[in-house]
């Protein structure tokens, strides 16, 4: 089984700026979409940005969308989620996933497309 791993969390003030990165251990053939969700305490995991993986046609909630940007390196194995101009709201525990996707047309990403997850990093933006 694959594994992905992210990193670039941390804490920053309000209108400050942060890149995560989700590495993976291998080759997924048969993933067609990446993507990139948030929990916070007492909420919701709630899907942030997705990135299909053959023509990089994207997807952002409307939370985000302006704000932040995912972006995708194939050869490298990597995905990433620059994140600007930050708000408290945006503090969460952000999670890489891999999965299949079907076309925007028809549903935005859930979480339940989705079959592997990474172990997620903390992202506090402080007032």
């Known amino acids: 089984q694959a594994q992905l791993a992210e990193s670039g969390g941390g804490s920053v003030q309000t209108g400050g700026s942060l890149r995560l990165s989700c590495t993976a251990s291998e080759y997924m053939y048969s993933v067609n979409c990446m993507g990139w969700f948030r929990q916070a305490p007492g909420k919701y995991r709630e899907g942030v940005a997705t990135?299909?993986?053959?023509?990089?046609?994207?997807y952002y909630a409307d939370s985000v969308k302006g704000r932040f940007t995912i972006s995708q390196d194939i050869a490298e194995k990597m995905v990433y989620l620059q994140m600007n101009s930050l708000k408290p709201e945006d503090t969460a525990m952000y999670y890489c996933a891999a999965g299949r996707c079907v076309d925007l047309e028809y549903r935005p990403p859930v979480s339940g497309d989705f079959g592997l997850w990474g172990q997620g990093t903390q992202v506090t933006v402080s007032s």
């Open positions: 990135i299909f993986t053959s023509g990089g046609t994207t």
